[in-house]
Protein backbone atom coordinates (compact mmCIF):
# COMPACT_ATOMS: atom_id res chain seq x y z
CA UNK A 1 0.00 0.00 0.00
CA UNK A 2 1.39 3.56 -0.75
CA UNK A 3 0.23 7.30 -1.24
CA UNK A 4 -1.84 9.43 0.67
CA UNK A 5 -3.45 5.98 2.69
CA UNK A 6 0.00 4.96 4.00
CA UNK A 7 0.81 8.19 4.82
CA UNK A 8 -2.75 8.06 7.62
CA UNK A 9 -2.06 4.40 8.30
CA UNK A 10 1.97 5.04 9.19
CA UNK A 11 1.06 6.32 12.63
CA UNK A 12 -2.04 6.76 14.34
CA UNK A 13 -4.21 9.96 12.96
CA UNK A 14 -7.46 12.11 14.17
CA UNK A 15 -9.61 13.06 10.86
CA UNK A 16 -11.48 16.22 11.54
CA UNK A 17 -13.97 15.91 8.58
CA UNK A 18 -16.46 18.77 7.51
CA UNK A 19 -19.95 17.36 7.43
CA UNK A 20 -20.87 15.60 3.91
CA UNK A 21 -17.09 15.62 3.05
CA UNK A 22 -17.11 11.99 3.33
CA UNK A 23 -15.25 10.96 6.77
CA UNK A 24 -16.83 7.51 7.30
CA UNK A 25 -15.70 6.32 3.34
CA UNK A 26 -12.26 7.44 4.38
CA UNK A 27 -12.53 5.32 7.26
CA UNK A 28 -14.17 2.68 5.57
CA UNK A 29 -11.59 2.98 2.69
CA UNK A 30 -8.65 2.74 4.87
CA UNK A 31 -10.27 -0.67 7.05
CA UNK A 32 -10.77 -1.85 3.42
CA UNK A 33 -7.12 -1.18 2.59
CA UNK A 34 -5.91 -2.74 6.07
CA UNK A 35 -8.39 -5.71 5.39
CA UNK A 36 -6.63 -6.55 2.01
CA UNK A 37 -3.61 -6.57 3.28
CA UNK A 38 -3.98 -8.68 6.01
CA UNK A 39 -4.79 -7.20 9.20
CA UNK A 40 -7.89 -6.74 11.31
CA UNK A 41 -10.55 -3.97 11.70
CA UNK A 42 -11.91 -2.92 14.55
CA UNK A 43 -14.97 -0.34 14.25
CA UNK A 44 -16.94 1.77 17.05
CA UNK A 45 -18.69 4.50 15.95
CA UNK A 46 -22.44 5.39 17.42
CA UNK A 47 -24.35 3.71 14.58
CA UNK A 48 -23.19 1.65 11.38
CA UNK A 49 -22.47 3.37 8.18
CA UNK A 50 -24.35 4.32 5.35
CA UNK A 51 -25.75 0.34 3.81
CA UNK A 52 -25.05 1.51 0.20
CA UNK A 53 -21.75 3.30 1.06
CA UNK A 54 -20.53 0.16 3.07
CA UNK A 55 -21.48 -2.02 0.10
CA UNK A 56 -19.81 -0.01 -1.84
CA UNK A 57 -16.66 -0.30 0.03
CA UNK A 58 -16.52 -3.57 1.73
CA UNK A 59 -19.18 -5.47 -0.39
CA UNK A 60 -16.58 -6.66 -2.68
CA UNK A 61 -14.23 -8.65 -0.44
CA UNK A 62 -13.99 -12.32 0.47
CA UNK A 63 -16.02 -13.56 3.21
CA UNK A 64 -12.42 -14.60 4.63
CA UNK A 65 -11.35 -11.04 4.19
CA UNK A 66 -14.77 -9.23 5.37
CA UNK A 67 -14.74 -11.65 8.64
CA UNK A 68 -11.90 -9.35 10.05
CA UNK A 69 -14.20 -6.50 10.26
CA UNK A 70 -15.50 -6.15 13.68
CA UNK A 71 -17.73 -3.51 14.62
CA UNK A 72 -19.12 -2.66 17.89
CA UNK A 73 -21.68 0.17 19.10
CA UNK A 74 -20.03 3.08 20.74
CA UNK A 75 -22.55 3.85 22.87
CA UNK A 76 -22.22 4.92 26.70
CA UNK A 77 -19.37 5.89 28.89
CA UNK A 78 -15.58 6.75 26.40
CA UNK A 79 -13.39 5.39 29.04
CA UNK A 80 -15.27 1.76 29.19
CA UNK A 81 -15.66 1.83 25.19
CA UNK A 82 -12.24 2.63 25.10
CA UNK A 83 -11.06 -0.28 27.58
CA UNK A 84 -12.95 -2.49 25.44
CA UNK A 85 -11.26 -1.41 22.13
CA UNK A 86 -7.83 -1.93 24.25
CA UNK A 87 -8.96 -5.32 25.18
CA UNK A 88 -10.48 -6.37 21.79
CA UNK A 89 -6.98 -5.21 20.12
CA UNK A 90 -4.99 -7.43 22.45
CA UNK A 91 -6.80 -10.38 22.10
CA UNK A 92 -7.90 -10.69 18.73
CA UNK A 93 -4.29 -11.48 16.06
CA UNK A 94 -3.73 -9.41 13.75
CA UNK A 95 -5.50 -6.23 14.71
CA UNK A 96 -3.64 -3.15 12.32
CA UNK A 97 -6.80 -0.84 12.67
CA UNK A 98 -8.74 0.81 15.63
CA UNK A 99 -11.57 3.41 14.04
CA UNK A 100 -13.57 5.60 16.10
CA UNK A 101 -15.85 7.08 14.50
CA UNK A 102 -18.34 10.13 15.20
CA UNK A 103 -16.98 9.61 19.01
CA UNK A 104 -17.40 13.36 19.58
CA UNK A 105 -20.32 15.67 19.86
CA UNK A 106 -20.97 17.22 16.64
CA UNK A 107 -21.15 20.90 18.44
CA UNK A 108 -19.56 22.00 21.64
CA UNK A 109 -16.90 20.85 23.15
CA UNK A 110 -15.38 17.47 23.56
CA UNK A 111 -15.30 16.81 27.56
CA UNK A 112 -12.63 16.55 29.06
CA UNK A 113 -13.02 13.07 30.25
CA UNK A 114 -14.17 11.37 26.58
CA UNK A 115 -10.36 13.72 26.01
CA UNK A 116 -8.60 11.42 28.05
CA UNK A 117 -10.42 7.99 27.14
CA UNK A 118 -9.11 8.34 23.67
CA UNK A 119 -5.85 9.59 24.30
CA UNK A 120 -5.65 6.79 26.82
CA UNK A 121 -6.75 3.92 23.73
CA UNK A 122 -4.19 5.88 21.21
CA UNK A 123 -1.08 5.68 23.50
CA UNK A 124 -2.18 2.43 24.49
CA UNK A 125 -1.64 1.21 21.11
CA UNK A 126 1.41 0.07 19.86
CA UNK A 127 2.48 -0.87 16.23
CA UNK A 128 1.35 -2.29 14.00
CA UNK A 129 -2.17 -0.85 15.75
CA UNK A 130 -2.79 2.24 14.18
CA UNK A 131 -5.59 4.85 15.72
CA UNK A 132 -8.20 6.68 13.56
CA UNK A 133 -10.57 9.00 15.19
CA UNK A 134 -13.39 10.30 13.25
CA UNK A 135 -15.08 13.65 14.40
CA UNK A 136 -16.55 17.00 12.79
CA UNK A 137 -14.74 19.95 13.51
CA UNK A 138 -16.08 23.29 15.79
CA UNK A 139 -16.31 26.49 14.68
CA UNK A 140 -13.97 29.23 15.51
CA UNK A 141 -15.64 33.03 14.04
CA UNK A 142 -11.37 34.16 15.06
CA UNK A 143 -10.07 31.17 12.72
CA UNK A 144 -9.57 32.35 8.81
CA UNK A 145 -11.65 29.27 8.01
CA UNK A 146 -14.34 29.42 10.70
CA UNK A 147 -12.65 25.59 11.76
CA UNK A 148 -11.59 25.28 15.09
CA UNK A 149 -9.83 21.81 15.77
CA UNK A 150 -11.53 20.31 18.82
CA UNK A 151 -9.09 18.43 21.26
CA UNK A 152 -6.34 19.21 18.47
CA UNK A 153 -3.58 19.63 21.59
CA UNK A 154 -4.77 16.58 23.35
CA UNK A 155 -4.95 14.60 20.69
CA UNK A 156 -1.72 15.47 18.98
CA UNK A 157 0.03 15.20 22.54
CA UNK A 158 -0.82 11.40 22.50
CA UNK A 159 0.83 10.88 19.03
CA UNK A 160 -1.84 11.57 16.61
CA UNK A 161 -1.26 13.21 13.37
CA UNK A 162 -4.49 15.72 12.30
CA UNK A 163 -6.02 15.34 9.17
CA UNK A 164 -8.41 17.70 7.81
CA UNK A 165 -10.83 16.92 5.07
CA UNK A 166 -13.50 19.21 3.23
CA UNK A 167 -15.23 19.56 -0.11
CA UNK A 168 -13.82 22.01 -1.59
CA UNK A 169 -16.45 22.49 -4.51
CA UNK A 170 -18.75 19.36 -5.73
CA UNK A 171 -17.63 15.99 -6.53
CA UNK A 172 -14.74 15.88 -4.67
CA UNK A 173 -13.00 16.37 -1.22
CA UNK A 174 -9.49 17.43 -0.45
CA UNK A 175 -7.55 15.87 2.80
CA UNK A 176 -4.51 17.38 4.04
CA UNK A 177 -2.51 17.38 7.34
CA UNK A 178 -0.24 20.29 6.86
CA UNK A 179 2.28 18.84 5.13
CA UNK A 180 0.64 16.29 2.51
CA UNK A 181 -2.51 17.57 0.60
CA UNK A 182 -4.65 15.59 -2.06
CA UNK A 183 -7.88 15.92 -3.79
CA UNK A 184 -9.48 12.79 -4.09
CA UNK A 185 -13.07 11.69 -5.78
CA UNK A 186 -15.37 9.24 -4.27
CA UNK A 187 -16.14 6.07 -6.27
CA UNK A 188 -17.70 2.83 -5.76
CA UNK A 189 -14.61 1.03 -3.71
CA UNK A 190 -13.57 4.34 -1.78
CA UNK A 191 -11.47 6.99 -2.85
CA UNK A 192 -8.91 7.88 -6.13
CA UNK A 193 -6.29 10.22 -5.87
CA UNK A 194 -6.86 13.18 -8.42
Same mark, same amino acid.
Do not use: M
Given at each position: MGGWEAAILSSSAYLVAE? /??GGTSVGLHLA???LEDGGRVLWAAPEMPDPTRFRQILGSMSLATSSRFHAMNLIGRMDLIAKALE? *? *?RDLPGVRLVVLDDWAPDTGRIS???LDAVAGLVKAMSKPVSVLLIAKPGTDMEAEDGIRIRGQSELEAAGCIVWRLWKPH? /??VRLSN /?????ELEPNDHGFTRT
Open positions: S /GSRHCD *A *ATSDQ /GR /GDIEV
